[in-house]
């Protein structure tokens, strides 16, 4: 069983930024993402990185802005905000799938085993 534990979020002005992290209590094998809740919406695709790092994905509303990474040796992955817009204002979800996949990047939840509690960022205008 993974644990996820996201922080860094909270209250920031239009064009500022924000470093989410979700740290994993057990070594990933596999792709880890970032998916967000806004009020009276689905939860929606933000960005993945595979474990070998190489392959990551973003959603268009975010391409440009935000980067996902990972350190490995700390099961930490990493989402760098930038140009922060008041329709960014969501709860961020860190996600992580089972197994084991040097390439895998999925963009859907179904395929992610865990999940975190989430974690509040507020873009004010």
């Known amino acids: 069983q993974v644990q996820l534990v996201e922080s860094g979020g909270g209250l920031v002005q239009a064009g500022g930024s924000l470093r989410l992290s979700c740290a994993a209590s057990v070594r990933s094998g596999n792709a880890m993402g970032w998916f967000r809740q806004a009020p009276g919406k689905e939860r929606e695709f933000v960005a993945v990185?595979?474990?070998?790092?190489?392959?990551?994905g973003y959603a268009d509303s975010v391409k440009g802005r935000f980067t996902i990474s990972r350190d490995s040796a700390k099961n930490t992955v990493y989402l760098q905000m930038n140009s922060l817009k008041p329709e960014d204002t969501a709860v961020y979800y860190c996600?992580?799938?089972?197994?084991?996949?040097?390439?895998?990047?999925?963009?859907?939840?179904?395929?992610?085993?865990?999940w975190g509690q989430g974690t509040q960022v507020t873009v004010s205008s």
């Open positions: 990185i595979s474990w070998s790092r190489t392959a990551t």
């Open positions: 996600a992580a799938k089972g197994g084991t996949s040097w390439l895998a990047a999925p963009r859907t939840q179904a395929q992610y085993d865990y």
